[in-house]
């Protein structure tokens, strides 16, 4: 796999009841790259993540991982595929602690990677699968959180808890849903920090969604712009940034 696209969608149409949020959208995603979709609130951005990892269905198109078709398959395939995702709000089991929300991500992963039902969240995991758990932890700064119930997490905690969720998947492709949402700017900034260096140890391809500008501009390779639910425009972040239109629509007003 060199050049065919990690992610692919064709003509996405997506609609809740009679409105329709997502018209004919086009995207591709190369190996490597770490892509950010912005636009106004509304724009259709987490409706296309929700199409994209099979959240929800998708009404017309054709969408594609690493050049086979999923549109039709359920979100957990997709996973199984490769697809990670994180949510604008943080999605962890809150009664749990930080290291067991961690076990069951590991095990499942495991589980699914063996294709079999063997061991479903045993209360002591495997000491490979331990040390898998441990070693994330601290990578993503959660070793101090580790053994505190996951509701009772600082906020930057719990949105890095469920990034070191999704990787314990091993995933190709991480799609972020406005990561640093209800961050202070000194959160913030390393949070980009621990993105991008992430992003290089596990040679993820990254597709995230952003209102924060300095998030933005501090992470894409390349930016796509939705707008009312269609693509208004898509290249070089320079280019974008200097397209008058997208300035009209959207960063004017920033
Ligand atoms: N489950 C739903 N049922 C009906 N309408 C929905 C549903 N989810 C989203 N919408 C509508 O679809 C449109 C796009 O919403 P979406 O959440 O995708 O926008 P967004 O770009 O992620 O916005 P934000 O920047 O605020 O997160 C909005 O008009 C929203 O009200
Ligand atoms: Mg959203």
Redesign the pocket.
């Known amino acids: 796999m060199t050049d065919a696209p990690i992610l692919e969608a064709k003509a996405l149409c997506k609609s809740?009841?009679l409105?329709q949020?997502l018209h004919d959208v086009e995207l591709s995603i190369a190996p490597g790259e770490s892509r950010v979709v912005i636009?106004?609130?509304?724009?259709?951005?987490?409706?296309?993540f929700k199409c994209l990892s099979g959240e929800v269905p998708s009404d017309k198109g054709v969408i594609s991982l690493e050049g086979r078709e999923i549109t039709g398959l359920r979100g957990w395939r997709r996973v199984q595929m490769g697809i990670g995702r994180t949510f604008?709000v943080a999605r962890i089991f809150p009664e749990m602690t930080a290291r067991e929300n961690m076990t069951v991500a590991v095990e499942m992963r495991d589980r699914l990677a063996r294709g079999t039902a063997r061991r479903l969240f045993s209360l002591a995991p495997a000491a490979e699968l331990r040390a898998e758990v441990d070693e994330l932890m601290s990578e993503l700064d959660l070793a101090a959180a580790a053994d505190r119930p996951a509701r009772i997490l600082a906020h930057g905690d719990k949105k890095r808890l469920e990034l070191a969720m999704s990787l314990a998947l091993r995933p190709t492709l991480v799609m972020l849903d406005?990561p640093t949402a209800g961050m202070s700017p000194a959160d913030r900034a390393d949070a980009v920090a621990m993105i991008a260096r992430l992003r290089d140890t596990h040679g993820l391809t990254l597709l995230l969604?952003e209102?924060d500008m300095e998030v933005v501009f501090g992470l894409a390779t390349r930016l796509t712009v939705?707008h009312q639910g269609r693509i208004i425009a898509d290249g070089a972040p320079a280019d974008v940034r200097a397209d008058p239109n997208v300035r009209e629509v959207y960063l004017g007003h920033d």
């Open positions: 809740y009841g409105v949020v636009g106004p609130n509304g724009a259709g951005k987490t409706t296309l604008q406005e969604t209102h939705l």
